[in-house]
């Protein structure tokens, strides 16, 4: 019965489902957060006739990988993973990220905290 939930949850989020597989297997995060706000875009231009329903994803990643990365090379790492889904027609379209290190999550959740 899992299984067939696993296969139904591909078939209808291909690129959720790429992104989460791409991101776990490459960066190894200990927080991985995926929003799908395709929907507030889709009246966008450069969205008319498209009918995928993932084309704008905000991410939240944690991740070790990213010690000593400034932020524009985190994006690029992700950006990299996700080349193939950004090339194809219809496909992803925006990526907006917040990139964090463990230690600068930390920080984040304190400052939340207040």
């Known amino acids: 019965m899992l299984r067939?939930?696993?296969?139904?949850?591909t078939m209808a989020?291909?690129?959720?489902?790429a992104l989460r597989q791409k991101i776990t297997t490459a960066l190894?995060?200990?927080?991985?957060?995926?929003?799908n706000d395709s929907h507030l875009?889709?009246?966008h231009k450069a969205m008319v006739g498209n009918t995928s329903r993932e084309t704008h994803?905000?991410?939240e990643v944690t991740s070790a990988k990213f010690e000593g990365l400034r932020l524009p090379a985190r994006h690029r790492l992700v950006y990299?993973?996700?080349?193939?889904e950004m090339q194809r027609e219809g496909g992803l379209h925006a990526l907006q990220m917040k990139t964090r290190t463990e230690e600068e999550d930390g920080r984040e959740e304190e400052r939340n905290k207040v």
Do not use: N, Y
């Open 57 to 59: 994803f905000r991410l």
């Open 80 to 84: 990299d993973l996700m080349k193939e």
């Open 28 to 35: 190894a995060p200990t927080k991985l957060v995926i929003h």
């Open 13 to 17: 989020t291909p690129i959720e489902d």
């Open 4 to 9: 067939f939930f696993r296969r139904l949850s």
């Open 41 to 43: 875009h889709a009246h």
